[in-house]
C-alpha cells in the first residue's frame, strides 16, 4: 500500500471548518482514498473515500487534487463530538481484499 | 452504515490461559474480515487477514500458533488469544470488509484485553 503523510495534531474551533490534509504521493492509479476516524477506546469509524473526484457525504466532503498526490477531508461544520483521531489510508479496490493499513494519523482537537 | 459487534467488549484473563474474541457482520456477509491489535496511544496494527473457508494470513511478526484465527461462516471469525501473557494486553478491533467494489471495511468497537 502507498504510505500517507499526515500532520500529528490540528485544533479547530467548534463551528469552523476543520481541514485535514494528508499527502499520498506514491498513490497508484488503482488505489482509493479512505479516510477514518477513531473517538478514543473505540473502533474506526468509516468516514468516506474517493478514487480521484471530489466527494461528499452527510459527514464531510473529500477532496481529491488533480494529480491525485494529496487529499483534504474537510468537516463542515465541527462539533466537540468531532474531536478524534482521523486516518487517511491508500488502498486497492477491496474486491481484492486489500487491506487497510493505519498510518499514525492526525489527532483533531475541536475546542469550543 | 454496515454493523460489526464484537464479543466480549472488555476481558481480564490470568497468564497462561486463552481467550476467545468474536467478530461478527450483522447485515452483510463478510468473505474477508481482518484483525488488528492497538497499544496504547498507537495505531491500528493489522495482525491477520482471515478469508472464509481458508486459513488466515498472518502479518510478518505476529506468531499464528499464539493468535488462531478461523473464519468459519460469512457472518462470523474468531481471534483466539493461546497462553495468554500480560504483553498480550492490548485493544483488539475486528474490521470486515464490505463486499462491493472499491468499498471499505467496517470495524468492529474492539476488546479490551487485560492479562494479570
Known amino acids: 500500500d502507498a504510505k500517507t503523510t499526515q500532520p500529528p495534531s490540528m485544533d479547530c474551533a467548534e463551528g469552523r471548518a476543520a481541514n485535514l490534509p494528508c499527502n499520498h504521493s506514491?498513490?497508484?492509479?488503482?488505489?482509493?482514498v479512505y479516510w477514518y476516524r477513531q473517538i478514543h477506546s473505540q473502533g474506526p469509524q468509516y468516514i468516506i473515500h474517493?478514487?480521484?473526484n471530489n466527494e461528499t457525504n452527510e459527514m464531510a466532503s473529500l477532496i481529491i487534487t488533480e494529480d491525485r498526490k494529496s487529499s483534504t477531508l474537510i468537516l463542515p461544520h465541527a462539533t466537540l463530538r468531532d474531536t478524534a483521531v482521523y486516518y487517511c489510508?491508500?488502498?486497492?479496490?477491496?474486491?481484492?481484499?486489500?487491506?487497510?493499513?493505519f498510518g499514525g494519523g492526525t489527532r483533531l482537537m475541536v475546542k469550543p | 452504515g454496515a454493523v460489526v459487534s464484537q464479543h466480549p467488549s472488555w476481558v481480564i484473563c490470568k497468564s497462561g490461559t486463552s481467550v476467545k474474541i468474536e467478530c461478527r457482520s450483522l447485515d452483510f456477509q463478510a468473505t474477508t474480515m481482518f484483525w488488528y491489535r492497538q497499544f496504547p496511544k498507537q495505531s491500528l496494527m493489522l495482525m491477520a487477514t482471515s478469508n472464509e473457508g481458508s486459513k488466515a494470513t498472518y502479518e510478518q511478526g505476529v506468531e499464528k500458533d499464539k493468535f488462531l484465527i478461523n473464519h468459519a461462516s460469512l457472518t462470523l471469525s474468531t481471534l483466539t488469544v493461546t497462553s495468554a501473557h500480560p504483553e498480550d494486553s492490548s485493544f483488539y478491533i475486528c474490521?470486515?470488509?464490505?463486499?462491493?467494489?472499491?468499498?471499505?471495511?467496517?470495524f468492529g468497537p474492539g476488546t479490551r484485553l487485560t492479562v494479570t
Open positions: 506514491t498513490i497508484s492509479g488503482n488505489e482509493y
Open positions: 474517493g478514487l480521484k
Open positions: 489510508i491508500v488502498s486497492g479496490n477491496n474486491n481484492a481484499g486489500n487491506m487497510l493499513t
Open positions: 474490521s470486515a470488509l464490505y463486499p462491493l467494489a472499491g468499498s471499505w471495511g467496517y
